[in-house]
């Protein structure tokens, strides 16, 4: 009997020693928990966003898309909202990359959608924007600056993340090696215009430049890079449609 009882009251001690060390790891969990909970409260909070990349928007307005709900003030809480949840897709914008430097800080790097032309869609009254690829990457009311508006092409609809569906495709490729040679020399248009037999024409506002056909595109926009800063505050029409390597001349009539 007497030892029946001693093992019994060894046993709940035994017991009521397990209870206290779990007792004991629950609380250091909790209090763990709760330490950590008010340092991510606490000390992870967005003080400063610093943004790159983009061009299309300026910083506040990439800001205000990432810091977009109640609880974005907290640095850690809008990180993992970016890596974990889909987003909200942005007009002109690929990804969007968010990074912390430091508890207060965010750092944001924006990739931007390669754009260089658009077209106006009168059927669903929006501008569509293709890349240097000729394929539709936005459609959207919106005017993005330094970016040529092509006229004279019959494109009646577009299919996003297709290609221009442009009939001819020699017509097709001429627009695209327009279009990379101007964004490449830095010598963008307001227009790039096509007639109805296929010759370019630019329109710089006071300048008109003729490209004529496709021939030497390229070569022809590289000498109109070279032209076109003399010509500041004239106004007139620049002839380098039957410029050849045999034919170089390249005339100006300025109008009067």
């Not at 967005?46 to 003030?73: A, M, P």
């Not at 968010?98 to 924006?110: E, F, M």
Request: proline share 3%.
């Amino acid at each position: 009997m007497g030892s029946n009882r001693s093992m019994s009251i060894r046993e709940k001690k035994r017991k009521q020693r397990r209870r206290k060390k779990i007792l004991f790891v629950l609380l250091a969990f909790l209090l763990t928990g709760s330490a950590a909970a008010l340092i991510v409260w606490n000390v992870f909070t967005v003080k400063t966003v610093l943004v790159e990349g983009n061009e299309y928007y300026s910083d506040k307005q990439i800001q205000q898309f990432i810091l977009n709900d109640e609880y974005s003030w907290n640095s850690l809480y809008v990180l993992l909202k970016h890596r974990l949840l889909e987003g909200e897709e942005i007009p002109f914008i690929d990804t969007v990359e968010i990074s912390l430097k430091n508890p207060h800080t965010l750092n944001v790097h924006v990739y931007e959608k390669g754009v260089i032309g658009y077209l106006y869609i009168s059927a669903i009254g929006q501008n569509a924007y293709f890349d240097t690829d000729g394929f539709v990457v936005e459609t959207s009311k919106e005017v993005i600056k330094d970016t040529p508006q092509v006229e004279g092409l019959d494109c009646d609809k577009v299919v996003l993340y297709e290609k221009l569906p442009i009939k001819d495709e020699n017509v097709l490729k001429s627009l695209l090696t327009t279009s990379r040679a101007l964004e490449k020399n830095g010598v963008i248009p307001a227009k790039i215009k096509f007639d109805e037999t296929g010759d370019i024409s630019l329109d710089y506002g006071a300048i008109q430049v003729l490209l004529g056909s496709s021939e030497e595109l390229t070569q022809k926009i590289l000498r109109l890079s070279y032209i076109l800063p003399e010509l500041s505050g004239k106004r007139g029409v620049l002839h380098i449609e039957n410029w050849t390597e045999n034919t170089p001349n390249i005339i100006f009539d300025e109008a009067k």
